[in-house]
């Protein structure tokens, strides 16, 4: 049973990925276990980004292995080859590794509730109408009980981020993938959204958040990772990683912030 | 099929037909595009810095234009008012006249969109170096909206050229005339267009990348 | 006013073979180049570039020269069509890859964000396509389709060169007949304006609905 314990939800190994010439990730190994929250900060052009959209193979890794709860994504290691997976079987891994986006991409033509029915259809094979009761009860959630039929471009930004967090985590994901959620965002929205985010983390949901919000890492991640030119520098609890910035890469990042005590 | 024996050579004899019937449409293209622009532009900034009641003199313009078949406005022009009224006018020069009333209603469109999307923040710019209205027309509206509305333009300005094609219609000895006239003299149809084609088709390409050179040098994404 | 009233029989029969030419020329290149537009977005390399070397050929070349291409070319070569047949293929072969475009340019427009976002609900590629894909398209699609309809219109009065008796060859016949010239013209203009104007608000308002 301990097995089952120790298996990280997410284990990548060695991955690197270029586009063009341009090496983005030059071999970066993380595991994630089960209920921890893993903040990713660096600069642009680290490879943050790329490393989240790895996971649900996205972006195709050139090289290094990413498992999901003991799977590869994206490849199919039969006899020693490295095959492509089939369309389906991706469909399949990446409805567990489900994601909000920086720019909400919400379907426009579909209302909130539909938004967040259309996986639980297609994906998880529920019916319709048990699928809108799972989505309605998570909109109620987000805070947007009034909203189920709203069509996205009635809603905020913030709204529709939520709706966008919604429809990620109805999917009862095994990790959730954050990337840059409140970016975005209009200042004086970013909290509603935040505030989800941390009550999904108190909930013991495991996710892997790359973001710009160093107060909120630092209050809602176990461990904050920080990556800089394509490798992962330090791996540590936040604060190790905030007070004692053990590291000069990191401690002029995080001067470009200013202070994030509470 | 097989008992066609193609015969190129007859075909060659005329080729100065084909020749000369491109410059022809190349010139009344040239110049439809230049008059026309010329029309567009001032329509442009009628509808956009002009008297209210304009505007939908010009929208009336526009429309009409627009809706009406090029071939049927041709004759109109050529046969139609020589009638009524006691005008006489030579086939080419009728045909320029059309075309660029026709690409007039076109440009106007593209030319209204290109200076409503020349940010505000430049031609305060330029009135705050003391320029005159005039001025802050000539020197920051009018090449920013150009700029901005290459793309645009590039594609009018293609179409323009293949619709010199339909002066065919009233005899002007431009390309796609000149392909009839060897066809009907020669009988060889299929050489002449298999010749002529790749002549349009060369030409609107080579118009067009000249227009993406341009673009990628000064075209601005909006 | 009776030399109008006395030619609209004349004129209403062309214009129902105007468009007769004009719907069966849309009808036929919906059906060819709608799918032969999602195969230039999704189809593999063997298939998107001769299609892109259809659509760029065809619109390199004047509809006119097409029209006499395919009617007079043709029966040279023993392939002998009516001339009807002949003006439908022609058009219908311009106005395929003007459709194969719109198709295009309504897929590629629509962020990737989406197909992101749709992969990571865990959405399959017909998945894909028909719930998230396809209806973002149809609605990019829609306005400049109208427009194109209207194109096919004018550009149907091309025919009347090679002897159709569509609106324009008939207000041509009239006019040969009753010597008045310009206010048939007009006229004749007014009855394509009647068509194509509904259409192009049509589009416009379409544009801003769904844009």
Same mark, same amino acid.
């Given at each position: 049973?301990?097995?089952?314990?120790?298996?990280?939800?997410?284990?990548?190994?060695?991955?690197?990925?270029?586009?063009?010439?341009?090496?983005?990730?030059?071999?970066?190994?993380?595991?994630?276990?089960?209920?921890?929250?893993?903040?990713?900060?660096?600069?642009?052009?680290?490879g943050?980004?790329?490393?989240?959209?790895?996971?649900?193979?996205?972006?195709?890794?050139?090289?290094?292995?990413?498992?999901?709860?003991?799977?590869?994504?994206?490849?199919?290691?039969?006899?020693?080859?490295?095959?492509?997976?089939?369309?389906?079987?991706?469909?399949? $891994?990446?409805?567990?590794?489900?994601?909000?986006?920086?720019?909400?991409?919400?379907?426009?033509? $579909?209302?909130?509730?539909?938004?967040?029915?259309?996986?639980?259809?297609?994906?998880?094979?529920?019916?319709?109408?048990?699928?809108r009761?799972?989505?309605?009860?998570?909109?109620?959630?987000?805070?947007?009980?009034?909203?189920?039929?709203?069509?996205?471009?009635?809603?905020?930004?913030?709204?529709?981020?939520?709706?966008?967090?919604?429809?990620?985590?109805?999917?009862?994901?095994?990790?959730?993938?954050?990337?840059?959620?409140?970016?975005?965002?209009?200042?004086?929205?970013?909290?509603?959204?935040?505030?989800?985010?941390?009550?999904?983390?108190?909930?013991?949901?495991?996710?892997? $958040?790359?973001?710009?919000?160093?107060?909120?890492?630092?209050?809602?991640?176990?461990?904050?990772?920080?990556?800089?030119?394509?490798?992962?520098?330090?791996?540590?609890?936040?604060?190790?990683?905030?007070?004692?910035?053990?590291?000069?890469?990191?401690?002029?990042?995080l001067?470009?912030?200013?202070?994030?005590?509470? | 099929?097989?008992?066609?024996?193609?015969?190129?050579?007859?075909?060659?004899?005329?080729?100065?037909?084909?020749?000369?019937?491109l410059?022809?449409?190349?010139?009344?293209a040239?110049?439809?595009?230049?008059?026309?622009?010329?029309?567009?532009?001032?329509?442009?900034?009628?509808?956009?810095?002009?008297?209210?009641?304009?505007?939908?003199?010009?929208?009336?313009?526009?429309?009409?234009?627009?809706?009406?078949?090029?071939?049927?406005?041709?004759?109109?022009?050529?046969?139609?008012?020589?009638?009524?009224?006691?005008?006489?006018?030579?086939?080419?020069?009728s045909?320029?006249?059309?075309?660029?009333?026709?690409?007039?209603a076109?440009?106007v469109?593209?030319? !209204? #969109?290109?200076?409503?999307?020349?940010?505000?923040?430049?031609?305060?710019?330029?009135?705050?170096?003391?320029?005159?209205?005039?001025?802050?027309?000539?020197?920051? !509206?009018?090449?920013?909206?150009?700029?901005? #509305?290459?793309?645009?333009?590039s594609?009018?300005?293609?179409?323009?050229?293949?619709?010199?094609?339909?002066?065919?219609?009233?005899?002007?000895?431009?390309?796609?005339?000149?392909?009839?006239?060897?066809?009907?003299?020669?009988?060889?149809?299929?050489?002449?267009?298999?010749?002529?084609?790749?002549?349009?088709?060369?030409?609107?390409?080579?118009?067009?990348?000249?227009? !993406?050179?341009?673009?990628?040098?000064?075209?601005?994404? !909006? | 006013?009776?030399?109008?009233?006395?030619?609209?029989?004349?004129?209403?029969?062309?214009?129902?073979?105007?468009?007769?030419?004009?719907?069966?020329?849309?009808?036929?290149?919906?059906?060819?180049?709608?799918?032969?537009?999602c195969?230039?977005?999704?189809?593999?390399?063997?298939?998107?570039v001769?299609?892109?070397?259809?659509?760029?050929?065809?619109?390199?070349?004047?509809?006119?020269?097409?029209?006499?291409?395919?009617?007079?070319?043709?029966?040279a070569?023993?392939?002998?069509?009516?001339s009807?047949?002949?003006?439908?293929?022609?058009?219908?072969?311009?106005?395929?890859?003007?459709?194969?475009?719109?198709?295009?340019?309504?897929?590629?427009?629509?962020?990737?964000?989406?197909?992101?976002?749709?992969?990571?609900?865990?959405?399959?590629?017909?998945?894909?396509?028909?719930?998230?894909?396809?209806?973002?398209?149809?609605?990019?699609?829609?306005?400049?389709?109208?427009?194109?309809?209207v194109?096919?219109?004018?550009?149907?009065?091309?025919?009347?060169?090679?002897g159709?008796?569509?609106?324009?060859?008939?207000?041509?016949?009239?006019?040969?007949?009753?010597?008045?010239?310009?206010?048939?013209?007009?006229?004749?203009?007014?009855?394509?304006?009647?068509?194509?104007?509904?259409?192009?608000?049509?589009?416009?308002?379409?544009?801003?609905?769904?844009?």
């Amino acid at each position: 049973m301990s097995d089952i314990q120790l298996k990280p939800v997410i284990s990548m190994t060695g991955v690197t990925k270029s586009f063009g010439l341009n090496q983005v990730l030059k071999g970066v190994s993380l595991d994630i276990a089960k209920g921890q929250v893993v903040a990713i900060i660096g600069p642009s052009g680290s490879g943050k980004t790329t490393l989240l959209r790895c996971i649900n193979f996205l972006e195709e890794y050139d090289g290094g292995s990413i498992k999901i709860e003991g799977t590869e994504v994206g490849y199919k290691d039969a006899t020693g080859q490295r095959r492509r997976r089939s369309d389906r079987d991706l469909a399949k $891994l990446r409805a567990d590794a489900a994601m909000v986006f920086q720019q909400f991409n919400l379907f426009p033509h $579909l209302t909130a509730t539909q938004n967040v029915m259309l996986g639980l259809v297609k994906s998880r094979g529920k019916s319709k109408s048990e699928a809108r009761q799972i989505a309605h009860r998570w909109l109620s959630r987000v805070g947007l009980t009034d909203k189920f039929d709203a069509m996205p471009s009635q809603l905020s930004g913030g709204q529709q981020q939520r709706v966008g967090i919604a429809r990620a985590v109805a999917m009862e994901p095994k990790v959730l993938l954050l990337d840059e959620i409140t970016s975005s965002l209009d200042p004086e929205l970013v909290g509603e959204v935040l505030a989800v985010v941390k009550e999904l983390a108190v909930e013991g949901r495991t996710m892997l $958040l790359v973001t710009h919000e160093m107060a909120f890492a630092k209050e809602v991640a176990d461990r904050v990772v920080f990556t800089d030119q394509g490798h992962i520098v330090i791996d540590a609890p936040p604060n190790t990683v905030f007070e004692e910035q053990p590291n000069d890469r990191l401690r002029t990042f995080l001067s470009r912030f200013g202070s994030f005590h509470h | 099929m097989g008992n066609y024996h193609f015969n190129f050579a007859i075909v060659w004899r005329y080729a100065d037909k084909l020749f000369n019937g491109l410059l022809l449409s190349i010139e009344l293209a040239a110049l439809t595009i230049a008059i026309g622009m010329a029309i567009g532009l001032v329509l442009a900034l009628i509808e956009l810095d002009g008297p209210r009641w304009a505007r939908p003199l010009i929208r009336a313009y526009v429309e009409f234009v627009r809706n009406v078949p090029l071939l049927l406005l041709v004759y109109l022009i050529f046969y139609g008012i020589p009638s009524a009224v006691d005008l006489e006018y030579d086939a080419t020069t009728s045909f320029v006249a059309t075309l660029s009333i026709y690409s007039g209603a076109y440009l106007v469109e593209i030319l !209204r #969109a290109g200076l409503a999307a020349v940010p505000l923040g430049l031609i305060e710019a330029g009135k705050a170096i003391g320029l005159t209205p005039f001025g802050v027309l000539c020197y920051v !509206r009018f090449p920013m909206a150009l700029r901005i #509305a290459l793309p645009s333009l590039s594609n009018t300005y293609v179409s323009l050229f293949k619709d010199t094609s339909i002066a065919s219609a009233i005899a002007v000895p431009e390309l796609a005339y000149g392909m009839r006239w060897i066809e009907t003299q020669t009988f060889r149809t299929m050489e002449v267009y298999l010749l002529a084609t790749p002549i349009y088709l060369l030409t609107s390409y080579a118009i067009l990348m000249m227009l !993406r050179l341009v673009e990628r040098r000064y075209a601005i994404a !909006r | 006013m009776t030399i109008f009233l006395q030619t609209l029989p004349f004129l209403l029969d062309g214009l129902l073979t105007t468009l007769l030419v004009a719907g069966s020329v849309v009808l036929i290149a919906i059906i060819l180049g709608i799918p032969a537009g999602c195969a230039l977005v999704f189809g593999p390399f063997w298939v998107r570039v001769p299609l892109r070397l259809y659509a760029d050929f065809v619109r390199g070349v004047p509809i006119l020269v097409l029209l006499y291409f395919v009617y007079y070319g043709l029966p040279a070569v023993q392939i002998n069509l009516s001339s009807m047949t002949a003006a439908v293929v022609a058009l219908t072969v311009f106005k395929t890859a003007q459709i194969i475009e719109i198709t295009r340019g309504a897929f590629q427009s629509i962020p990737p964000g989406q197909t992101d976002a749709a992969k990571s609900i865990g959405l399959g590629l017909m998945d894909r396509f028909v719930q998230v894909l396809a209806p973002q398209a149809i609605r990019r699609f829609l306005p400049p389709f109208v427009n194109s309809v209207v194109d096919t219109v004018k550009g149907s009065s091309l025919v009347s060169l090679l002897g159709i008796v569509d609106l324009m060859l008939s207000l041509q016949q009239v006019i040969g007949r009753t010597h008045v010239a310009l206010p048939l013209y007009v006229m004749g203009a007014l009855m394509y304006f009647s068509i194509n104007f509904p259409l192009s608000v049509l589009s416009r308002r379409l544009e801003k609905r769904f844009i």
